[in-house]
């Protein structure tokens, strides 16, 4: 998929450890070396710093943590993604209520690390949520383009309307492997009170 596949192992991911982590993959060997030096101050041999680097290596207790979860993971996903089409299922038979779920490509897998549907009135439905007890995030409400770091480009909202659009109507639900089909249906229910429907 790439010269370099990077995955994040924070605890909140579906193969997190106990605290920060992650791995570079790559079958080009150039860049696997750079990405070697890179991780160990630069240094190779020791002590001996050829660029300027991190100390980016993956500690041993984060390593055993994920070894020990590695065998789940499969399992976990397949939670995960029958979650996501069961939540797709229920929205279905809902009334109509203005969310748009997560789509799913043809011939194409999705692991669901978050379930993010597109909604109206994002804030208020959250707020509804929470005074039901059901968990949800805002992933990135301000596009990058927006960020105070990138203002020295001088773009506006406008410039970059589907992002700024994103970022005021995405709302995760819980979709983690251990939900359960009532919970599920909860959040499901609790979605289309929010939007004067019963189901």
């Given amino acids: 998929m790439g010269d ?24 080009n060997q150039t860049l696997a070396d750079k990405v070697r030096l890179l991780r160990a101050h630069g240094a190779h041999p020791k002590y001996f710093h050829a660029i300027v680097g991190f100390n980016s290596r993956l500690d041993e207790l984060q390593a055993a943590i994920l070894r ?5 993971l499969r399992d976990w996903s397949q939670a ?13 038979l809902a009334a109509p209520i203005p969310i748009i779920p997560p789509s799913m490509l043809p011939k194409r897998s999705h692991i669901f690390h978050q ?10 439905l959250q707020a509804f949520l929470k005074a ?12 990058l383009h927006e960020q105070e770091c990138f203002r020295y480009l001088g773009y506006s909202a406008a410039d970059f309307p ?10 995760a639900l819980p979709v983690y492997p251990e ?15 929010f939007y004067g429907h019963r189901l």
């Fill in 4 to 27: 370099l596949g990077c995955f994040s192992f924070f605890p909140s991911k579906n193969l997190g450890g106990a605290g920060d982590g992650g791995m570079i993959i790559s079958s």
């Fill in 68 to 72: 020990v979860k590695l065998p789940y």
């Fill in 80 to 92: 995960r993604l029958q979650n996501a089409i069961r939540y797709g299922k229920e929205f279905e």
């Fill in 115 to 124: 379930y993010v549907i597109r909604c109206q009135k994002r804030n208020g």
């Fill in 132 to 143: 039901r007890g059901v968990g949800t995030e805002v992933y990135y409400p301000v596009p």
């Fill in 162 to 171: 589907r992002a700024h659009d994103a970022s005021l109507q995405t709302l």
């Fill in 179 to 193: 939900l359960t089909d009532e919970q599920r249906k909860y959040v499901v229910r609790s979605i289309s009170e």
